[in-house]
Nanobody
Framework: QVQLAESGGGLVQVGGSLTLSCTASGRSPSSYGLGWFRQAPGKEREFVAAISRSSEYTSYADSVKGRFTISRDNAKNTVYLQMSSLKPEDTGVYYC?????????????????????WGQGTQVTVSS
């Protein structure tokens, strides 16, 4: 079992920055890939970013490339999502996700079907 707890969401103006954190517990964090998904009102949950168990490899949705950075600190059991140049379309509930089947170097999860555990979500609202 893996428990995930997000924090850091809030209200930010267009062009602003925000950093989300997700603390994991229950298993060694290096044993699973970690990622972020988001869901806007009335839309399906979508992939945002993922990082490999090794921390070496990352993957991003095209819509956030160059603006968001995912990182992880296995010693602190935490994965981060640094968001900058925020846009109104970045508004939504952001979910931390764990994939216990990913290989050591694969930045997963990238699909909802690859997620074994979800956090409860944290709201990010970008106002214009």
């Amino acid at each position: 079992q893996v428990q995930l707890a997000e924090s850091g969401g809030g209200l930010v103006q267009v062009g602003g920055s925000l950093t989300l954190s997700c603390t994991a517990s229950g298993r060694s964090p290096s044993s699973y890939g970690l990622g972020w998904f988001r869901q806007a009102p009335g839309k399906e949950r979508e992939f945002v970013a993922a990082i490999s168990r090794s921390s070496e490899y990352t993957s991003y949705a095209d819509s956030v490339k160059g603006r968001f950075t995912i990182s992880r600190d296995n010693a602190k059991n935490t994965v981060y999502l640094q968001m900058s140049s925020l846009k109104p379309e970045d508004t939504g509930v952001y979910y931390c996700a764990a994939d216990t089947h990913s290989s050591y170097l694969s930045p997963r999860p990238r699909l909802s079907s690859e997620v074994d555990y979800w956090g409860q979500g944290t709201q990010v609202t970008v106002s214009s």
